[in-house]
């Protein structure tokens, strides 16, 4: 099986979850926090949105460079406008992912910022580990908040505590 295949039915796997996830986050709490240091509901649900943009920067180029990078901050007023944003970032991994090869999937793709490189991996670990692992600890993280304001959590792999 090519490892294109594995990759994109692990990824449709995990994005139904976090679509679940993210259509419970709830706007009218957009700018909460549990902590001074975290971050809020509202930019934990978009910065979770937007993580499979990363499989089109492994796959588009040899590296990826922090220095001078500036993230776009999109704020959202609502659940379907972030769905938009999550499918958009999905789909574009998927068709991405779909296309490449083994070989491609085996060259090295190193992330730095400016002369110091941060990682240094093939893209199909690069893919593995600072994008689905990266979804899913921020999805865990999403859940605590949703948690800690009483608002149901939705079960990821089977049903949650509260029976969804």
Known sequence: MALSRSL?????H???STRRILEAVPFASFDWRP?????????LASHIAEIPVWINRALDGNQFDFAGFVPARPVFTDNASLLV?????????VSALEAASDDALNENFVIRRGEHVLYQFPRKVMIRNFT???LLHH?????VYLRLLDIPVPGMYGPSADGM
Do not use: P
Not at 35 to 43: L, V
Not at 139 to 143: A, K, V
């Open 8 to 12: 994109v039915a692990e990824l449709k």
């Open 14 to 16: 995990e994005a139904a």
């Open 35 to 43: 902590h001074e240091k975290s971050m809020t509901i509202g930019r």
């Open 85 to 93: 944003y999550f499918d958009q970032f999905l789909n574009n991994a």
């Open 132 to 134: 689905m692992n990266h």
């Open 139 to 143: 999805r865990g993280q999403l859940s």
